[in-house]
């Protein structure tokens, strides 16, 4: 059966970039469907909203998306329901997307871009799992009110509500440990729990669930060392798995190891194997439209979903060798390039990695 691709570009680098993916993929002659639509600010010029009706409805009858980037300064005064990055809240919740994979790869032609020495980076390849649909992002009760009670009682205060029920954490728990089974069998849980409930129930659930997966180490790290050891010794973490917040701030982190966020695909996946595909960067509103943004990450998102979502693992291999090859040529956007390499287009690269993958 042929699967159906919904396409969301969105706002600023988003259409250059997923020109190239969409490049790449048709020259595979891949049983696939496509069919766009609009989110973001682009969506909300048009629709009103940066998720309206019919892409979510498109969305949810896919069986992946593929999201380019939202956000863009002239929406960034909107109301907070309003803003471009609602759209990605509301197809996490919608679809349900609760588990997050940010691989963290540092590619060996790349190593002396990262910000640390290369010898702390070369080869590293990490996987964060994000809880994606919890937490302090989506925890009721939320909202501004004047103070009941604290230092300043009557003064006017915005709170929000970190929660995680046993189930959440039960199933991102689940994840995590088989995803650490088809590496190296080491897991490490980021938390807080010296100071928060949430976190001592997310500890004790990940210990209870351990019990079922003897063969994967796991080990508990408070979230402030995380970071910092993220950047002492990233190459002795594998897999991590942490909530919602925390995972956001430390795949940041994780990703600018690597030398360049623009190499760098995420997978957002329902238990029903359901995906959004997106890079790990933003939008770069300031360089869109000029043909000088790094595809890669949004051709490496493809790759991924035709591993986690579409079932052809060999034809995601192909895009990622093909990826590779790219990069051992030589060929690099502005955002990579260094002294002896080629600096090529957006679409340039695209071109590139077609002709590497045959
Ligand atoms: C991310 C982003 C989003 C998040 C924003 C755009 C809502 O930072 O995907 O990491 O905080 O999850
Ligand atoms: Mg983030």
Request: aromatic residues 6%; charged residues 25%.
């Amino acid at each position: 059966m042929v699967k159906k691709i919904a396409i969301l570009a969105g706002d600023g680098i988003g259409n250059e970039i997923m020109e190239q993916a969409l490049k790449v993929m048709r020259a595979m002659s891949l049983p696939l469907e496509y069919e766009s639509g609009l989110v973001g600010g682009v969506a909300y010029a048009a629709h009103g909203h940066p998720l309206p009706e019919c892409t979510l409805k498109l969305a949810k009858e896919s069986d992946a998306v593929l999201f380019g980037a939202v956000g863009d300064y002239r929406y960034d005064t909107l109301e907070r329901h309003l803003r471009p990055e609602q759209a990605i809240l509301g197809l996490r919740k919608a679809l349900g997307l609760f588990v997050n994979l940010r691989p963290a790869i540092c590619f060996p032609e790349l190593t002396s871009a990262s910000s640390l020495k290369p010898e702390l980076v070369a080869g590293l390849d990490l996987l964060l799992v994000r809880e994606l649909t919890g937490d302090v992002y989506f925890g009721q009760p939320r909202g501004r009110r004047k103070s009941p009670d604290g230092f300043f009682p009557g003064a006017e205060e915005g709170f929000d509500t970190m929660r995680y029920s046993e189930p959440e954490v039960e199933r991102i728990a689940h994840v995590a440990f088989q995803t650490a089974m088809g590496r190296k069998k080491h897991l490490v849980s980021v938390d807080k729990a010296n100071v928060l409930e949430t976190s001592q129930l997310w500890r004790d659930t990940m210990n209870r669930i351990a019990k079922e997966y003897p063969e994967v180490t796991l080990e508990h790290m408070y979230v402030d060392n995380a970071a910092m050891q993220l950047v002492r010794a990233p190459k002795k973490l594998d897999v991590i798995v942490t909530g919602n917040l925390f995972g956001d701030i430390l795949s940041d982190e994780a990703a600018m190891l690597t030398g360049s966020i623009g190499m760098l695909a995420s997978a957002a996946l329902n238990e029903k194997k359901q995906g959004l595909y997106e890079p790990s960067h933003g939008s770069a509103p300031d360089i869109a439209g000029k043909n000088i943004a790094n595809p890669l990450a949004q051709i490496l998102s493809a790759a991924m979903m035709l591993r986690y979502s579409l079932d052809m693992p060999d034809e995601a291999v192909a895009i990622e060798e093909a990826v590779k090859q790219v990069l051992r040529q030589g060929y690099r956007t502005g955002d990579i390039w260094s002294e002896g390499c080629t600096k090529v287009s957006c679409s340039e690269m695209g071109d590139a990695v077609v002709k590497a993958l045959r």
